[in-house]
């Protein structure tokens, strides 16, 4: 998949392998640079949730590209359960967020551009950042 840097392309196969068939390609990719790396991130993606307990059979980095895949979902779950995560750091897309801006900051040594509110646990967040 054009999503992730090629030195991850065994993790990627395997990722894939346990993701459901999707009737309906990705839509929208829009091209980034990773390490000198042009990847395409797709918009959207409207795979069925993989089958419960997966996860457990891939390795970390398996799990996480799963997750990337996931966070570009079209499942309408900001519809669906936006009142039981009201503010921004409580939601899983916060905590997500969060982690890849510290990855992004640990691999170019420097803070990286914040375009989310601020989640518990950063350098300027707290957790009453409400989602918009």
Known sequence: MAAFPSRLAGDVRSVLAV????AISPVGPFRVEVQGEAVAIPSRIYHAGPDAGVAGFLTGTQQLILHCLYSRRSDYWSCHYRWKYPMF??????????????AASEQVGAPWRRHTPPTAGSPAGDRSSPIR
């Open 19 to 22: 993701m459901p068939f999707a």
């Open 89 to 102: 750091g409580t939601c899983p897309g916060g905590i997500l967020t969060e982690a890849f801006r510290a």
